[in-house]
């Protein structure tokens, strides 16, 4: 009942194996121990009371040696363990909980040492997963915790879940796609400048006279013209020469 039988707990068919198992430091149960203490007095108490009130002295005293002696139990069976692939915790005495946290997860581990911890060897590891699992947020009163936090991160290391992240090497039963390249096909060609001394042919139909700066809004005017004379059902005007002064501001009369 009070041994939390780690051995049990392991995946021995895959060769996980116990790197090192980790018990409460005594500091845990030093509040315990006092209120055993304590408990004791109240049960010494029954001989210094009234014969009529001995039981109150007694029955407190035992209540009190009882909390206690399961609290010392309790740090007794609480145990963190640490294998080559995973951190898990065990505790509990009548009912056992058990917490896991796979290497891969841990992403980083807090020790916090308070001034009397500092003093008597202990602190407490704070663990920050990809998920956070319940029961392994925080693992309080570890003896030593400079050295496990070293084992911990050397374990890490041996299992190749740092430093080495997207290596093909890495893992050699994963398939890593080839690297991509452009198609040649799909790259967008450069196209040489357009030769200027050849310039755009002109439009069929369009008599060039002699070059003036009106050319380009005298071929504007007559298509114009055209489109008019098409909508109303007359034939083209002929190409007259084109004045730059004539404005015609008359509504257009389509044909209904």
């Known amino acids: ?22 018990r409460k430091h005594w500091a845990a149960t030093v509040s315990a121990v006092l ?25 407190l005293g035992a209540v009190l040696c009882a909390h206690a002696i399961w ?19 065990v505790h509990g005495i009548l009912s056992q909980r058990i917490a896991t946290m796979p290497l891969a997860r841990i992403l980083d581990i807090s020790v916090h040492k308070p001034l009397i911890g500092r003093i008597f060897g202990y602190g407490h590891f704070v663990f920050e997963s990809a998920a956070q699992a319940q ?59 357009a030769d200027d001394r050849n310039p755009t042919a002109p439009v069929p139909g369009i008599a060039r006279g002699p070059a003036t700066g009106w050319d380009w809004l005298a071929d504007a005017q007559r298509r114009e013209d055209e489109r008019l004379a098409q909508l109303r059902g007359e034939q083209p005007p002929a190409a007259a020469a084109f004045d730059p002064d004539r404005t015609n501001t008359a509504p257009i009369q389509l044909p209904r």
């Open 135 to 193: 029961g392994l947020r925080e693992i309080k009163y570890v003896g030593d915790p400079d050295q496990r936090g070293l084992t911990i991160q050397r374990v890490i290391q041996q299992a190749g879940l740092r430093g080495g992240a997207g290596r093909p090497d890495q893992f050699p039963g994963a398939a890593f796609p080839p690297p991509s390249h452009p198609d040649p096909a799909a790259s967008v060609a450069a196209s040489e400048p």
């Open 35 to 59: 209120e055993l203490f304590g408990g004791i007095v109240v049960l010494l108490l029954t001989f210094f009371v009234p014969a009529q009130a001995w039981w109150v002295p007694a029955l």
């Open 71 to 89: 609290r010392v139990f309790e740090q007794h069976t609480d145990r963190f363990v640490i294998t080559n692939m995973r951190v898990f915790r």
């Open 1 to 22: 009942m009070f041994d939390p039988r780690i051995d049990k707990h392991l995946i021995s068919d895959q060769g996980e194996h116990v790197v090192d198992e980790v």
